[in-house]
Nanobody, 127 residues
Framework: QVQLVESGGGSVQAGGSLRLSCAAS????????IGWFRQAPGKEREGVAA???????TYARSVEGRFTMYRDNAKNTLYLQMNSLNSEDTAVYYC?????????????????????WGQGAQVTVSS
């Protein structure tokens, strides 16, 4: 069964940091690639970071150098470390799972590639 549960959202001042967690079932963790997405009010959901395959993670240009996605194998959990946050990062953040075939960077950040979604975590950055 595919299960994803996000946590770690909250409010932070501009320039601050937050870390989001995506707890997965063992089956999900071992058999799916994960992506992080966000949706701001009135905007479409967009890809933030995603596993493309072969151990490679790709990032949206807007977050590259500030956000880092990584796995903790002991906890079946994926993380999105977010640094140097600004008001444009305010959104509901989702982790999502897709089958483990290789994709290009653009494809891996595409919402349409993902079959399973977590419930979302609100991140609010105040200036």
């Amino acid at each position: 069964q595919v299960q994803l549960v996000e946590s770690g959202g909250g409010s932070v001042q501009a320039g601050g940091s937050l870390r989001l967690s995506c707890a997965a079932s063992r089956y999900t963790y071992n058999n799916y690639y994960i992506g992080w997405f966000r949706q701001a009010p009135g905007k479409e959901r967009e890809g933030v970071a995603a596993e493309t395959g072969h151990g490679i993670t790709t990032y949206a240009r807007s977050v590259e150098g500030r956000f880092t996605m990584y796995r903790d194998n002991a906890k079946n959990t994926l993380y999105l470390q977010m640094n140097s946050l600004n008001s444009e990062d305010t959104a509901v953040y989702y982790c999502a799972a897709r089958p483990p075939w290789g994709l290009s960077d653009i494809q891996a950040l595409g919402v349409e590639q993902y079959n399973y979604w977590g419930q979302g975590a609100q991140v609010t950055v105040s200036s």
